[in-house]
């Protein structure tokens, strides 16, 4: 799973209400990989990533160094600000983790890059 | 069947889009994304047929989920969602505490709140029979979708294909723009426009009054009719109604 995705994922769980988003990420391995850069998709994504999710986590994942703490006001002019951004959503890739959920502390396993968000029978 | 599927989706040409596959199996209808140009996400419930997605080295980021449990994203995150032969499976109850219309409530509900407004989503699905046919469409559009079924060659047995196509919300309606400020227009007076009126009943009495008119009599047919329609609306097994419901029995002697 791409940090893009993570950046949009929440709790499944129907009765979780609070803090469903951003789901923490421990215990991973990250593999990083080279991906065609596609600044149009990243300029049309802007305003849907969750800024400082996103920051959070990819320092958390010790990958979120070139990253600014704010979108810069003419980020689709920066080029440097789009490969920075490339490389943290498109390249890196968390292969093996746990991810928590900080309002209810339900955890989902990711094996092999997919996550696995399927509920328990008395969850649903 | 892919490449349909997205040519119903109508996706804005020349942009790279972020796009949701629901049962996306070995990622076949993925590769045909990508080909485009898009970004996907995809979903399946199968980890044997996410394994060998994943030994294809899939370009989309995978998924376990199932889908009747709903999708768990951020609302408003995707610019489409296509699904090929996958929406059958939901009408299925494979456990006992499988009831398909709250499934297909949960999948739709918060499907329809993690795609953009004004966003496609393309289903390619297998009807078993018009029941379960009317019981998607229906479903749908109780969650706020609009669109409908559509046919490809209604008249062969082996080309026809179901389309369910549905709309989150409208792109470019222009009853939908931004209504315009008052008093903002050059010359407008600054006095606000005058708006209370002595109509001679308060507004309470006449609500009391109202509601007395229109009052639902307990165990009326009415009554009985809103009941069953809150309970199928809620996924629960209700008698079907007939010439009986809610008759009054006649004097025994």
């Not at chain 1, 709790?11 to 600044?39: M, Q, Y």
């Not at chain 2, 995150?77 to 296509?82: A, E, N, S």
């Not at chain 2, 739709?108 to 004004?118: D, I, K």
Request: with cysteine; aromatic share 8%.
């Amino acid at each position: 799973m791409r940090l893009v995705t993570h950046n949009m994922l929440m709790c499944n769980l129907k009765s979780c209400t609070k803090d469903k988003f951003p789901l923490k990420v421990t215990d991973f391995t990250i593999e990083e990989s080279d991906v065609d850069p596609n600044p149009d998709f990243l300029i049309g994504l802007l305003p849907k990533l969750e800024w400082g999710a996103l920051v959070g986590t990819a320092k958390a994942l010790g990958v979120g160094d070139e990253l600014p703490s704010k979108i810069p006001e003419d980020a689709s002019e920066d080029a440097d600000f789009l490969t920075a951004l490339h490389h943290v959503i498109m390249e890196v890739e968390i292969k093996e983790a746990k991810l928590v959920c900080n309002g209810c502390g339900r955890v989902f396993p990711v094996s092999k890059g997919v996550p696995n968000m399927v509920l328990r029978e008395d969850e649903v | 069947m892919a490449a349909r599927a997205i040519e119903l989706l109508a996706l804005p040409k020349d942009r790279s889009l972020y796009i949701l596959d629901i049962g996306c199996g070995s990622g076949l209808s993925g590769d045909v994304l990508d080909e485009e140009g898009h970004v996907w996400v995809g979903c399946d419930i199968s980890p044997s047929m996410l394994d060998v997605a994943v030994e294809r080295g899939c370009e989309g980021d995978l998924f376990q989920v199932d889908m009747g449990q709903g999708v768990s994203f951020r609302p408003g995150v995707f610019d489409g969602c296509i699904s090929i032969s996958a929406l059958q499976w939901l009408c299925n109850a494979d456990r006992k505490s499988h009831v398909p219309k709250q499934r297909l409530l949960r999948f739709f509900e918060t499907l329809y709140s993690c795609l953009a407004r004004g966003s496609r989503a393309v289903f390619q699905f297998y009807p078993e029979n018009p029941q379960q046919m009317s019981l998607i469409t229906q479903t749908a559009m109780q969650c706020g979708f609009c669109g409908g079924l559509v046919v490809d060659y209604p008249n062969s047995a082996k080309a026809k294909k179901f389309f369910l196509c549905l709309f989150a919300g409208p792109p470019t309606d222009p009853r939908y723009s931004q209504p315009k400020a008052l008093g903002t227009e050059e010359g407008a007076s600054n006095a606000p426009r005058n708006a209370i009126q002595n109509t001679g009943t308060s507004k309470r009495k006449q609500v009391r009054d109202h509601r007395k008119e229109h009052r639902v009599h307990v165990k009326s047919k009415e009554w009985i009719a809103s009941k069953k329609d809150r309970q199928r609306r809620q996924g629960k097994e209700v008698r079907p109604d007939s010439k009986y419901t809610g008759r009054k029995r006649k004097p025994k002697f």
